[in-house]
Every structure is written in C-alpha cells, then in structure tokens.
C-alpha cells in the first residue's frame, strides 16, 4: 500500500529550499548567478562584485526582500532606492548599487526633507491626485 500524503492547506506553513530561497539570478532571470543568505549586508556586497566580474545580476529580484522594513517598501525603497536590506537593518542602496547604510539613516533623511516617511507618501498621494486632475482637464 502506498504512503498516504498528508493533506495540506493554504495557510500551513510551508518549508522552502533554502537553495530557491536564497539565490541570485542573471539579469534576464535565466540562471543562478550566486547566493545570499540575507544575514549579513557586507557578504551581498562581495558576492555583487563577484558576480559582476562575469555578468550581471537582477538587482530588483534579489533575495530576502523580507528584510526590507514595512515603512520602507514600495514607494521609499523605489525613491531612495533600497536593493536589498539584511537581519540587522543595513541596506545596500543608491542609484549604482554600491552604498550600504542603515534603514535609520534612511528614515532619518525622509525626516528631515519632508518631515517623515508618512508624510512622503503623502506628498506622492497629492502629486497623483494633481496629476490625474490635469489630465482630466486636458482631455475635456
């Protein structure tokens, strides 16, 4: 008789192949290029360079966008721009991708230009609004 499979269901937790979970792949997503395990922000930054040697990565898909605080994702992480961030809140950021700093200098920068991170995306939320209002104008 053959081994029942345990019926599982979608809020189970599931266990990853650390392999899958932790790789970086080619610029055009074809293959595993190298491995981060996302503890420690230096070890990316060697492996970045390693890879560079010889092709390039996909830097909006690398690993353990998990790291990266809620506050930060999205419009901030787009803006400032954060690649990647590890376990202890340091993040390799910046238009090259070269510069690494923590996410409380991060923070601190959307505080002192516009008050906040809140207050940011506020802004960002306004700017739309006018922008919409205008191309509604243009269009009648």
């Given amino acids: 008789m053959a081994a029942e499979i345990p019926r599982r269901f979608s809020l189970d937790e599931t266990k990853l192949d650390p392999e899958l979970v932790n790789?970086?792949?080619?610029?055009?997503?074809?293959?595993?290029?190298?491995?981060?395990?996302?503890?420690?922000?230096?070890?990316?930054?060697?492996?970045?360079?390693?890879?560079?040697?010889?092709?390039?990565?996909?830097?909006?898909?690398?690993?353990h966008n998990k790291n990266i605080p809620e506050d930060i994702k999205n419009q901030v992480e787009k803006d400032y721009p954060v690649w990647a961030c590890d376990v202890e809140g340091?993040?390799?950021v910046g238009d090259q991708c070269v510069?690494?700093?923590?996410?409380?200098?991060i923070r601190a920068h959307y505080t002192e230009k516009y008050g906040g991170i809140e207050q940011f995306k506020e802004k960002?939320?306004?700017?739309r609004q006018k922008l919409i209002e205008s191309m509604t104008l243009d269009n009648k």
């Fill in 99 to 105: 510069d690494i700093e923590h996410v409380d200098t």
């Fill in 124 to 127: 960002l939320i306004q700017e």
């Fill in 90 to 92: 340091r993040c390799i």
């Fill in 23 to 63: 790789r970086i792949t080619s610029a055009d997503g074809d293959e595993t290029v190298g491995y981060w395990d996302g503890q420690s922000i230096e070890e990316l930054a060697k492996e970045l360079d390693r890879i560079e040697e010889d092709t390039d990565a996909n830097y909006a898909g690398l690993p």
